[in-house]
């Protein structure tokens, strides 16, 4: 299946990304660094060049802020959308990593991130692909998005043709912008 053109930005540093604690549903504030990241993304888009392009963004607290940093001087219209937020947790939302690690260490033993199909009471990453693709599909043009570290690599696996599996295979970090044109994925910088 074939998508429009479109540039994908996760969010920048948060008080809870810096502690290592999983946000999932809940939220912290950006932090300066978080901020700065937001300030050089815009920097990216501007050189890029989106006139004309549509602006989404996860309705979660970081990545509205992220966006809204993002969009100065390019757009003030930024629609959120429910599919965009991030994957649920479950009962890990609020958790250090290292404390989930104590409670399961055998899912830590592989250093791949599939974890996140085992939160107790969580979303799953084949529940993430099939709001990642309904959205991608509802896209009718250019459009840049804003959302979070696994929604942005499953969207990504999803308009590569890549299984949700995959995800962790792909590059990612906070504040980063990709460009995802037939298929392709590029990191801006």
């Known amino acids: ?23 999932g549903g809940l939220d ?3 932090t300066e660094v978080g901020r700065d990241q937001a300030r050089r993304q815009n920097e990216i888009l501007q050189a890029f060049g989106v006139s004309g392009w549509s602006w989404f963004a996860s309705p979660q607290g970081r990545a509205m802020s992220t966006a809204r940093i993002a969009a100065e001087g390019l757009s003030s219209d ?3 959308d429910t599919r965009l937020r991030e994957i649920g947790v479950g009962e890990w939302t609020g958790l250090l990593r290292s404390e989930i690690a104590q409670r399961a ?5 592989t250093g791949d991130l599939d974890w996140y199909d085992h939160a107790p009471g969580g979303e799953g990453l084949i529940a993430l692909e099939r709001r990642a693709r309904a959205f991608l599909r509802d896209l009718d043009g250019p459009a840049v998005i804003v959302t979070h570290g696994i929604t942005s690599r499953v969207i990504r696996c999803v308009a590569q043709g890549l299984p949700a599996e995959a995800f962790d295979t792909l590059g990612g970090g906070q504040g980063v912008v990709y460009h995802i044109r037939d298929g392709e994925s590029r990191l801006l910088s």
């Open 28 to 30: 912290s504030a950006l």
């Open 78 to 80: 930024i629609v959120p």
């Open 105 to 109: 260490p055998y899912l830590f033993e």
């Open 1 to 23: 299946m074939s998508f429009p053109e479109f540039l994908i930005l996760r969010h920048g540093e948060t008080e809870w990304n810096r502690e290592g604690r999983m946000q």
